[in-house]
């Protein structure tokens, strides 16, 4: 059982829901440490003021923010912990909008939600949203920090996935697309049943991280002093027209599909 | 108090990566551009005086500084055992590094779980023509599809949804499954049927709330808006405001943040047009190789944010030649 990093109550009208949170997500990275060349020991790191070229210690490193106009203006922690938000349990629910209105773009970091408590709202909050068919937004602070976040019904379970700020993202809504003359409507017919031929379900499960488990076999191989084999690159591909590389390759996806 | 990693990248002119999608036997090169924005300020750390600092490296033994050069990278293979991994044994672990995105597989876009979305590039045109950028752009979007596929790109492989909207195309980058946990993994309770009263009550509170879109006012950074004004009363005021001479090497545009909106739209024209516009001097993605990239020509908060995606550890301490150092290093 994994454990709950926090503890809230999800709010909206007359609905108030205990959860606690858990992380959705464990990174698999391969972590490397830096290591002193010559003793193979793992080094450490100083501030260092580069004018003088002394190591300040912690506890005298102080904040500044930079204006970007070649001015850098100093904030004492009492003014950056009069600017934290006031603690709260409340992960407050502003309003609903239609399931997957929220484009991708906005998503950052994913939480599941469990019961706290009694169970009874939880899975009736689950169950309400999946009927209506709708995703929350939510506003929250948790640790010290604000969030905004999406809460999604997940099979019969509830998701919090964080949002990114209103400034981060740019909305493909406010690019213009690449222009250029007319396409081909027999080349888009073409591409639409090349996607056709090559439509599927989802497997993401399908999908491996391949080149980690190189590096860890890498590393094993090392480590027991094997001669290490690195793979051989692939032949290139030849080029070709678009109309002609659309036709061969429905052909190709077809025969793929038939012996598959 | 938000920390160095925090900071996302400042919009750049240049790409983040180049490469090419393939679906059958149609390749469509592109830039991968950054999709966000820096949305707050960062807090430097400064010396007793506010002259910013630099992270430096020290021998564990007896604090001898040490130089890049003095530096290799290890895994522990147990406690205080490492094999020392090198940087062209990484490079070699992947030789496929073709820049090749090969679609194989169109999905649903909405049976994606928004739990592996991890983040966007947007893709803009690299090629001569932008006639089979568009095409591609047109049919995922008129069909409602995805385009699945696994790549390379600097020395970490990402499984990455190619989705189109407005025209344009773009990269989502999306965990592999081991990095996402299951209601199993978590031991999360059997789920029990919840009384029919219990949801008709909350449905009803979600009827009184329901709107059809997103209100991007709801996502407003509050914190780093109050983090604003008071830097912004600070400096009315001339309170605790430190001149500081940035070092030449900071910043090649003079300090000046570009306009993301802009950056993209002059890159979605299209390789001819934003290559006039950049004075790149690169023609398609396949000869745009980022190990022969002038990593001396980006500003430092690019060099930053490619550090972060590097995973360089160390790195919101790092100079600008540090960072071209680690980047290259790594890369």
Not at chain 1, 17 to 34: E, I, N
Not at chain 1, 116 to 122: A, K, L, P, T
Not at chain 2, 175 to 196: C, H, M, N, T, Y
Not at chain 2, 233 to 250: F, H, M, N, S, T
Request: aromatic content about 6%; charged content about 35%.
């Amino acid at each position: 059982m994994a454990r709950a990093i926090w503890k809230g109550r999800i709010t909206f009208g007359d609905v108030d829901v205990p959860v606690k949170l858990y992380s959705a997500v464990q990174s698999q990275g391969v972590q490397f440490r830096l290591l002193d060349a010559k003793r193979h020991e793992p080094i450490k790191q100083h501030m260092v003021d580069p004018e003088s070229g002394k190591v300040v210690e912690y506890a005298d490193i102080r904040r500044a923010v930079d204006t970007g106009a070649g001015e850098l203006v100093l904030v004492d922690a009492e003014e950056l912990a009069e600017l934290e938000p006031a603690p709260s349990r409340e992960i407050e629910v502003t309003r609903f909008v239609p399931h997957n209105e929220i484009s991708h773009l906005w998503y950052d970091r994913p939480y599941f939600l469990g019961p706290d408590d009694s169970d009874s709202g939880y899975f009736a909050l689950a169950e309400a949203l999946r009927r209506k068919k709708v995703d929350g937004v939510a506003r929250w602070v948790m640790r010290k920090k604000e969030y905004a976040g999406a809460l999604r019904a997940d099979g019969e379970y509830l998701v919090l996935v964080t949002l990114r700020h209103a400034g981060e993202v740019t909305p493909a809504s406010e690019l213009t697309p690449p222009g250029g003359r007319d396409l081909d409507r027999r080349e888009v017919e073409m591409a639409k049943r090349l996607v056709a031929a090559m439509e599927d379900e989802l497997d993401l499960a399908a999908y491996k991280d391949e080149y980690r488990d190189r590096v860890l076999e890498l590393v094993e191989a090392k480590a027991a002093g094997k001669v290490v084999k690195f793979p051989k690159a692939p032949a290139k591909k030849t080029e070709a027209s678009l109309a002609d590389a659309l036709e061969r390759s429905i052909a190709a996806a077809r025969k793929r599909r038939k012996s598959a | 108090m938000p920390d160095a990693d925090d900071v996302v990248e400042q919009p750049s002119a240049r790409p983040f990566w180049s490469g090419t999608i393939t679906f059958g036997l149609v390749s469509v090169p592109v830039n991968f551009m950054a999709a966000y924005r820096a949305d707050r300020v960062s807090l430097r750390m400064v010396s007793p005086e506010g002259r910013p600092l630099s992270r430096r490296y020290f021998t564990s033994r007896d604090e001898k500084p040490l130089e890049w050069d003095d530096i290799v990278r290890g895994y522990e293979i147990e406690k205080d055992e490492f094999v020392v991994v090198e940087d062209d044994e990484l490079e070699r672990l992947a030789p496929e590094r073709t820049r090749d995105i090969d679609l194989r597989v169109f999905v649903k876009v909405d049976d994606i779980d928004p739990k592996f979305f991890e983040r966007a590039y947007y893709l803009t045109p690299a090629g001569q023509s932008t006639k089979a950028y568009r095409l591609l752009a047109k049919v995922m979007e008129d069909t409602g599809r995805a385009g699945i596929a696994t790549f390379v790109m600097r020395a970490k492989e990402y499984l990455v949804a190619i989705i189109a909207e407005n025209g344009i195309l773009r990269a989502e980058t999306l965990r592999f499954v081991d990095e996402v946990r299951s209601v199993e993994d978590i031991g999360l309770p059997d789920p029990a049927k919840p009384k029919a009263a219990d949801v008709k009550r909350i449905e009803r509170a979600i009827d009184g709330l329901t709107e059809k879109a997103l209100d991007r006012r709801e996502l407003v950074d509050r914190s780093a808006k109050r983090l604003n004004e008071l830097v912004a009363k600070k400096v009315k005021a001339g309170e605790d405001v430190v001149e500081y001479e940035p070092a030449a090497e900071e910043g090649d545009g003079g300090g000046k943040v570009l306009d993301l909106i802009e950056v993209l739209n002059r890159s979605l024209k299209g390789a001819a047009a934003a290559k006039h516009a950049a004075k790149s001097g690169k023609s398609g993605g396949r000869s745009a190789s980022a190990d022969g990239e002038d990593l001396g020509r980006l500003s430092k908060d690019e060099l930053y944010a490619r550090a972060k995606r590097l995973d360089i550890p160390g790195r919101s301490g790092m100079s600008k030649q540090e960072l071209v150092a680690a980047i290259r290093r790594s890369a």
